[in-house]
């Protein structure tokens, strides 16, 4: 059989890709050398905003603020197809990092989004800062569950799965793919051919001798549980973050490493990230951690996501390079993909992701 697509990675952004194609009508073939959902999207935090939105690339903003608005409908028809609740709940976010409260308010004034200057301390050690502010309307989801709905929804559209499968050649002929073959020596067939492959994508890409500049950056993350103190909001402290979950345990995350692709936890993250909570939360209030866990998060030097057609092919397309937002942005950036594979007018134009304009090196803070 040949496919209208084959997609390689089934992480967040595979796999929300491939249901945008599937629910338009089209046959796609997932790979993964793994199985599917097992990589950064599975490890990730799962807030839904931008981390220092007034400090962001306008055009992943944009991605950022379409996803955000169109959220509440991508979860009820997954949870509608699949019957698994995703938990994605409105938790709100407070910052509680002087300049980035400040530049926040800024942002937020400037572009109508609501925020509260009054915050509930009753859970912390002390007050939270004077100038904290509260974003009242920003959602979280649990990745896991969100994986496996979207696993279980492109099964309901009979989107064919390899995985733990390695791709082991990508034949192309006169700048056009043409098939794949993998390990067991399986020829898979189609007509277009999609990278998704996170950290990993320009791995791939060495086999049809093209490169992206995307590199792996490490994040590592706590599960705990707090057992005499029960907090409400997402608490947000420059790069770390504390999320409470709705079984009432807590995420405290995250690093930010460069250290290539090694993909490990380390004793020096977790005496950071907990030295970190330990400064908001009371020394008793009963913290066990139950879960230490790392991934590699796609960074791109140009602080937005590469989407679009590869410049030196025809017939194959990316969308990688989500850094911390890609559970946030998966949904825009599937749609911005899959509305130009339809020959669909967009809400934006994808040409502000292509390849040919995103992988030029410029200094970005990772
Ligand atoms: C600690 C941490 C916290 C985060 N928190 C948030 C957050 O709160 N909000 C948010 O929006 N984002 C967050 N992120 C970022 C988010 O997780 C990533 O941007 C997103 O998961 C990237 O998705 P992806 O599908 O591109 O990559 P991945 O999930 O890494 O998926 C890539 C897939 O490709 C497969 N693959 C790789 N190479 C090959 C190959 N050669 N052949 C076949 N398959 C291959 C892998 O096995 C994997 O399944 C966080 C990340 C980390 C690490």
Known sequence: MKYDYIVIGGGVIGMTTSREIAARGATVAV???????????????GILSSMRPWDENPDSNKLSEESKKNYPD?????????????????????????????STKKWAINNDIKLIKKINNKNFKKNLPAYSIFLPEIYQIRPPLLLNALHQSLKKYLVDFFENSIVSHIETKNNKFE???????????????IITAGAWSNLLLG???????IKPIRGQMLYARLKNLKIDNIILDSGNYLIPRLDGHILIGSTIEDVGFVNKTTQVAREELLNWVYSLVPKDSDLDILKHWAGLRPAVDAGKPMIGVLSNFENIYINTGHYRKGILQAPASAKLLVDFLFHIKSFMDIDKFSPKNTNKLQKIQY
Do not use: M, P, Q
């Open 31 to 45: 790979i993964d050398r793994k199985n599917v959902g097992n990589e950064a999207s599975k490890v990730a935090g």
């Open 74 to 102: 991508f979860v009820s028809n997954l949870e509608e197809e699949t019957g698994i609740n995703v938990e994605l709940i409105k938790s709100g976010l407070i910052i509680i990092n002087k300049e980035h409260s400040d």
């Open 207 to 213: 086999s049809i001798n093209t490169s992206i500049n």
């Open 179 to 193: 098939f794949i073959v993998l390990d067991n020596k399986k020829k898979l067939y189609a007509d277009n051919l």
